[in-house]
């Protein structure tokens, strides 16, 4: 399974960035896909998940202004990040729980990381 994540970039603070993560290859299922940033100092830490059974989850920071969604038809996920702090800068890191075939067990997949910089 490959993650292909796009959309990042430099904003300023109060504005908005949206971004995407599409899976491909060898998949049977996915279960969740999500996000996980991580600074230049920090560990990862996830920002947003998109369970399969529809539920999502946000970390407290992010609550209220970034919103997840999910396109299952065509394995995406979307990050909308609405009044971005210069705190959010980041690299953000999608993530997939996903089996290859019917009788393997699902593992993790990350994409490459897309880099969001937010200027106060």
């Known amino acids: 399974v490959q993650l292909q994540a796009s959309g990042g970039g430099l904003v300023q603070a109060g504005g908005s960035l949206r971004l995407s993560c599409a899976a491909s290859?060898?998949?049977?299922?996915?279960?969740?896909m999500g996000w996980y940033r991580q600074t230049p100092v920090g560990q990862r830490e996830l920002a947003a998940m998109?369970?399969?059974?529809?539920?999502?989850g946000y970390s407290d920071t992010v609550k209220g202004r970034f919103t997840i969604s999910r396109d299952s038809a065509t394995n995406t996920v979307y990050l909308q990040m609405n009044s971005l702090k210069p705190e959010d800068t980041a690299a953000y890191y999608c993530n997939a729980r996903a089996s290859s075939y019917i009788d393997t067990p699902p593992g993790d997949y990350w994409g490459q990381g897309t880099l969001v910089t937010v200027s106060s």
């Open positions: 998109a369970f399969s059974g529809g539920g999502t």
């Open positions: 290859g060898n998949i049977f299922r996915i279960h969740d």
